[in-house]
């Protein structure tokens, strides 16, 4: 079994393709909604669908607060926008089958076909591959025995999964599923793609040159809220 953390805020319209596409995993599951407190209907449509967590606002707290109540070995963290492959729990369970893995995630894609997306997929599979660095949309998984010893997630404004698999080395293997995940491009038409490469390129070479993580959340929420 696989305990399923999803932290969500306002995301009800997205619920139920999530629990259709989950429904269609073969294999058992636990599937826990880590709520930073929802004004819309998120918690009516997950009713009876999921276990209801209620939770600070924040996602690494969601995430922490949602996976206090997984009750099997392996937790997979997932983005309620991001559609996994078929099969893919099988894939998790495979891998943590091993013994030898601390956890991983999957590489990744859009749910759309242009060069930008492209271009932004290929960088964040190059960096998985190379260095076993993951965010958030790429469906980290992780054993609860490591993610428990590592202190779950650091209590961040930003790069929280990066974060986690990077900490997560030290607990064993960590692998790379080439499978890929799909994830909404709304952002991309939200933002447009100068705002969407101010984020996903400039903020994270930022951080992987040692600007903190609070420091670049002003200027996250600036750009976001652009």
């Given at each position: 079994?696989?305990?399923?953390?999803?932290?969500?805020?306002?995301?009800?319209?997205?619920?139920?393709?999530?629990?259709?596409?989950?429904?269609?995993?073969?294999?058992?599951?636990?599937?826990?909604?880590?709520?930073?407190?929802?004004?819309?209907?998120?918690?009516?449509?997950?009713?009876?669908?999921?276990?209801?967590?209620?939770?600070?606002?924040?996602?690494?707290?969601?995430?922490?607060?949602?996976?206090?109540?997984?009750?099997?070995?392996?937790?997979?963290?997932?983005?309620?926008?991001?559609?996994l492959?078929?099969?893919?729990?099988?894939?998790?369970?495979?891998?943590?089958?091993?013994?030898?893995?601390?956890?991983?995630?999957?590489?990744?894609?859009?749910?759309?076909?242009?060069?930008?997306?492209?271009?932004?997929?290929?960088?964040?599979?190059?960096?998985?591959?190379?260095?076993?660095?993951?965010?958030?949309?790429?469906?980290?998984?992780?054993?609860?025995?490591?993610?428990?010893r590592?202190?779950?997630?650091?209590?961040?404004?930003?790069?929280?999964?990066?974060?986690?698999?990077?900490?997560?080395?030290?607990?064993?293997?960590?692998?790379?599923?080439?499978?890929?995940?799909?994830?909404?491009?709304?952002?991309?038409?939200l933002?447009?793609?100068?705002?969407?490469?101010?984020i996903?390129?400039?903020?994270?070479?930022?951080?992987?040159?040692?600007v903190?993580?609070?420091?670049?959340?002003?200027?996250?929420?600036?750009?976001r809220?652009?």
């Amino acid at each position: 079994m696989i305990s399923i953390v999803v932290p969500v805020l306002n995301e009800a319209p997205r619920l139920p393709a999530m629990f259709e596409m989950l429904d269609a995993q073969p294999g058992e599951k636990q599937i826990i909604l880590a709520d930073g407190g929802s004004t819309d209907e998120t918690r009516g449509v997950a009713e009876g669908r999921a276990l209801i967590v209620e939770s600070e606002p924040g996602r690494a707290r969601q995430m922490n607060a949602g996976a206090a109540h997984a009750t099997s070995e392996t937790i997979l963290f997932l983005h309620c926008d991001t559609k996994l492959p078929p099969g893919a729990l099988r894939e998790i369970e495979d891998v943590m089958r091993a013994g030898d893995a601390a956890g991983g995630g999957f590489l990744h894609s859009f749910d759309r076909d242009d060069s930008f997306s492209r271009f932004i997929s290929f960088s964040a599979n190059t960096r998985a591959k190379m260095s076993k660095l993951f965010f958030g949309d790429q469906c980290i998984f992780i054993r609860r025995e490591a993610f428990e010893r590592m202190g779950g997630y650091a209590d961040m404004p930003l790069f929280e999964d990066w974060d986690l698999s990077r900490r997560m080395r030290a607990f064993g293997r960590v692998a790379v599923i080439e499978t890929p995940v799909v994830t909404s491009g709304r952002r991309i038409d939200l933002w447009g793609k100068p705002k969407c490469l101010v984020i996903w390129w400039g903020l994270s070479i930022l951080f992987a040159l040692g600007v903190s993580a609070e420091r670049l959340a002003r200027y996250y929420a600036h750009v976001r809220d652009a």
